[in-house]
């Protein structure tokens, strides 16, 4: 098994910045891919990035590109998601997820694991 937890959701003014973190522990060398999505209250889950273990290969959603960065430390087994240039409709929970197949693929359905989530709130 592998546990996600997630961390540094909290309340930014619009135009603020953020940094998620995600640590990964237990069967980490199960983990070929990693993802950040968020949900937004009475939304769906939607995509937000995604990379592989390597760092090698990224996605991003539409919506934050140019404004979201998505990293890994493989050492400290942690997932980063920098988020610069917030605005009120990036509030949501952020999940962070983990998948055995080697791809930064966006659909939700393909991941194994995924943590709690952390809390982003934008005010205006």
């Known amino acids: 098994q592998v546990q996600l937890v997630e961390s540094g959701g909290r309340l930014v003014q619009a135009g603020g910045s953020l940094r998620l973190s995600c640590a990964a522990s237990g069967r980490t060398g199960s983990i070929n891919a990693m993802g950040w999505f968020r949900q937004a209250p009475g939304k769906e ?12 290969n990224t996605n991003y959603a539409d919506s934050v590109k140019g404004r979201f960065t998505i990293s890994i430390d493989n050492a400290k087994n942690t997932v980063y998601l920098q988020m610069n240039s917030l605005q009120p409709e990036d509030t949501a929970v952020y999940y962070c997820a ?8 966006p659909q939700a359905s393909l991941y194994d694991y995924w943590g709690q989530g952390t809390q982003v709130t934008v005010s205006s």
């Not at 983990?98 to 693929?105: D, E």
């Open 98 to 105: 983990a998948k055995k197949v080697r791809s930064a693929a």
């Open 45 to 56: 889950r939607n995509f937000v990035a995604a990379l592989v273990w390597s760092g090698a």
